[in-house]
């Protein structure tokens, strides 16, 4: 069954750093659009992060020069590295894939939490 498998959410002080990753099983991260997303009970869920097959990323204004996403072929995972970390960047976040290319398909995580705290 496909998986992917959230990590390295915790609990980290304003202006810190965190690297979320997102470790793949049974696809290819190399072969599917990958991205982060985060959701909070007063927001909907928002596209944080992402990279396309191509290796074209976009970023949420809010997290622009902050926040970096990467692909790594060879441990197949996605990672998101976080930096200056804020009150406002608390939230659940999820890695999501998808395939473009036929048969079409989007896989989610179970989500890792991230607290910002000041």
């Known amino acids: 069954q496909v998986q992917l498998v959230e990590s390295g959410g915790g609990l980290v002080q304003v202006g810190g750093s965190l690297t979320l990753s997102c470790a793949a099983s049974?696809?290819?991260?190399?072969?599917?659009?990958m991205a982060w997303y985060r959701r909070t009970p007063e927001k909907d869920r928002e596209l944080v992060a992402g990279?396309?097959?191509?290796?074209?990323?976009n970023y949420l204004d809010s997290v622009k020069g902050r926040f970096t996403i990467s692909r790594d072929g060879a441990q197949n995972t996605v990672s998101l590295q976080m930096n200056t970390l804020k009150p406002e960047d608390t939230a659940v976040y999820y890695c999501e894939a998808d395939r473009r290319i036929y048969p079409t398909a989007t896989y989610w995580g179970q989500g890792t939490q991230v607290t910002v705290s000041s």
């Open positions: 049974r696809i290819s991260v190399s072969g599917y659009d």
């Open positions: 990279v396309t097959i191509a290796g074209t990323t």
